[in-house]
């Protein structure tokens, strides 16, 4: 498995994600109830996918170790 080139594509969804957080924290017509709203589904996202790149490096250490 291609864990670098998976965990690159993960680090550009998360610039991405990035991105629009700043681009919500930076909008100064939204007040702190709907800045709040639209950032949970934003970090709801990064943490779904940082379980997942941690689930992908487990199976392929696990693959690794059952190689061995």
């Known amino acids: 498995m291609e864990i670098e080139f998976i965990e690159k594509k993960f680090n550009e969804i998360f610039r991405e994600l990035e991105k629009e957080v700043m681009e919500i924290l930076q909008d100064q ?10 950032m949970k589904p934003l970090s709801s996202t990064k943490q779904i996918l940082q379980n997942a790149i941690e689930s992908i490096r487990l199976v392929d250490r696990l693959d690794k170790e059952g190689r061995e």
């Not at 017509?29 to 639209?38: A, G, Q």
């Open 29 to 38: 017509s939204l007040d702190k109830k709907n800045t709040n709203l639209r």
